[in-house]
């Protein structure tokens, strides 16, 4: 059904904003890549036990929080997408401190499991940059100024709708804006949202199935900061300062050409997974240009995989939305050590205090100990709600978006 390619990349990551120390300012972290410093983390709560605080959403969506300071932001959409809105709580209390909607207008495709505003927003503690698909990309001040907008950057409509997340990048935003009839990644002033280059992917309608949602990271390789995303049949490393390709690698994947997660590098390993049951493959980093040559392993179809794992110690720990699966995975050989039914995960998986944390669709997060060995559960905390969002965590308090509402954990 969905679509990924699931691409699993560690390295040393750039940070992406100028957050305070504790602020989650981004899709899977300050750093993108879903490690936390925090301590005194949750490991226990449920619909009435460690709740500092619950507030209704106006609808359902897929997109992740972000805290930044005593602000917590997310998006979501009403009357079928026509109107798209980036919400501002209150941390303390979670009041609602202002919104700003879109009037969008349309109704425009998607699919029944992506309701609009997947997107998460990205802050770099003074701005906050939402991407609202074909109705444009935006940046507010924390107050809920705009500061500017680019709603000239195209439709982008698909069956399975839209859902890659903005990234700042010292003094741009860089965004996937796809999938659609072109597609394209860009880099927008953070300042005016000027143009500052954009990079178009060839070939991707293709029978109109293929596409990429996936978010873009920084990654630092060879002592070169580089825009790493996953587009629909390969893997791409942009330079941030004018766009140019690097390098790229390609993905074979028989059931289609689908790119979901976020990147992942680690030890010089790059590691690629198909999304409905795609194939998935690693490749050893290094040279320019094609490094398709530069494959260790490739395995041709594999679990649908839709949240983005992480690896430690050279093994990948990822969640699976079938057959409702925790892998983990020898990065170097490509042998899964174990895997344990668990949950059906549309989630991502985040890290803190050395424990993994990751929610399922039935609002369960799962918190275990990565380790080769073995399934190392931690517990299992259940808040009743449908939910395909990934967790965030600042100061020893824990948001998750449900299709009902927005939590803040706090064990007392």
């Not at 100028?18 to 890549?33: E, I, K, L, S, T």
Request: charged share 20%; aromatic share 10%.
């Amino acid at each position: 059904m969905r679509r990924l390619l699931c691409l699993f990349v560690v390295v040393s990551v750039s940070v992406l904003s100028v957050a305070v120390c504790g602020d989650w300012p981004a899709f899977r972290g300050p750093q993108g890549n879903g490690w936390s410093d925090e301590k005194n983390v949750p490991t226990e709560w449920g619909r009435d036990k460690n709740v500092k605080w619950k507030v209704p959403l106006p609808d359902d969506g897929n997109s992740s929080p972000i805290v930044i300071g005593d602000r917590v932001f997310v998006t979501c959409a009403q009357e079928k997408g026509q109107k798209r809105g980036l919400y501002c709580f209150d941390r303390a209390t979670g009041s609602e401190r202002w919104s700003q909607i879109i009037d969008f207008g349309k109704v425009l495709s998607t699919h029944g499991t992506n309701p609009y505003c997947s997107p998460t927003p990205v802050s770099d503690g003074k701005h906050v940059v939402v991407w609202h698909g074909s109705a444009g990309l935006f940046c507010y001040d924390l107050d809920g100024k705009e500061l500017w907008k680019r709603d000239d950057l195209g439709e982008f409509i698909h069956v399975w709708g839209y859902a890659a997340s903005p990234i700042i990048y010292q003094d741009r935003v860089i965004q996937n804006c796809a999938p659609g009839k072109k597609a394209f990644i860009a880099a927008f002033d953070l300042k005016t949202g000027r143009d500052l280059w954009r990079t178009d992917e060839p070939d991707t309608k293709n029978g109109g199935t293929r596409g990429t949602w996936s978010t873009p990271i920084v990654v630092k390789l060879d002592g070169q900061e580089q825009i790493v995303n996953f587009q629909p049949s390969r893997v791409v490393s942009y330079r941030p300062d004018n766009g140019e390709i690097n390098w790229f690698c390609h993905v074979e994947n028989k059931k289609g050409d689908l790119a979901y997660s976020s990147a992942i590098i680690s030890d010089g390993i790059l590691m690629a997974q198909g999304g409905y049951l795609g194939g998935g493959a690693a490749f050893k980093l290094g040279g320019t240009g094609d490094i398709s040559k530069n494959q260790l392993w490739h395995k041709p179809m594999n679990p649908q995989s839709i949240g983005t794992g992480v690896i430690i110690y050279g093994y990948l720990y990822i969640p699976d939305t079938q057959p409702n699966t925790i892998r983990c995975i020898e990065m170097a050989t490509g042998e899964v050590k174990w895997q344990e039914r668990a949950g059906s995960y549309w989630g991502s998986i985040v890290m803190a205090e050395g424990r993994a944390y990751v929610t399922d669709q039935d609002g369960s997060t799962l918190i275990f100990k990565p380790n080769p060995e073995k399934f190392d559960l931690v517990a299992k905390n259940d808040l009743g709600e449908h939910s395909n969002s990934t967790p965030a965590i600042s100061n020893g308090q824990i948001f998750i978006r449900t299709y009902k509402h927005l939590w803040c954990i706090e064990a007392k």
